[in-house]
């Protein structure tokens, strides 16, 4: 037989343990930022072309990490870029590149909403998604 407030204790723990995993999976998320950016011409990011297009453009600021997907969510291009901080948060969404003698490099991606920065170099380290 069960003592009284046996099912009470359970479904607390229970309803307990969705709120922190609730908690932990904003945390995660509030570390992955997003933009698309269309870019008019062909643009090298860390030493790689990326063909001119749409790209839905996703930072993991705890990693360093950015992915590049085509519009149908195809992971195209991932490389590691530096996390840098601003002072406030960013009014919108921004990508810099620079011209050189090869053509446009992307060097900087600012998401709205976050301080936290992407800053691209030919240093980082490049890895093309093959699926």
């Not at 204790?9 to 343990?17: G, Q, R, S």
Request: aromatic share 10%.
């Amino acid at each position: 037989m069960k003592k009284p407030g046996t099912n009470l204790i359970a479904l607390t723990f229970f309803c307990l343990t969705l709120v922190g995993i609730n908690n932990v999976a904003a945390v995660a998320d509030d570390m992955k930022y997003h933009q698309t950016a269309t870019f008019n011409e062909d643009v090298f990011v860390s030493n790689t072309v990326l063909k001119k297009g749409k790209y839905r453009i996703t930072f993991y600021a705890d990693t360093g990490e950015v992915k590049f997907a085509k519009e149908n969510g195809d992971v195209v291009l991932t490389v590691k870029a530096a996390v840098e901080m601003m002072e406030k948060d960013a009014k919108y969404d921004q990508t810099q590149t620079s011209k050189t003698d090869q053509g446009q490099v992307l060097t900087k991606l600012v998401f709205e909403g976050h301080a936290k920065y992407a800053v691209l170099t030919d240093a980082t380290v490049t890895m093309k998604d093959d699926d």
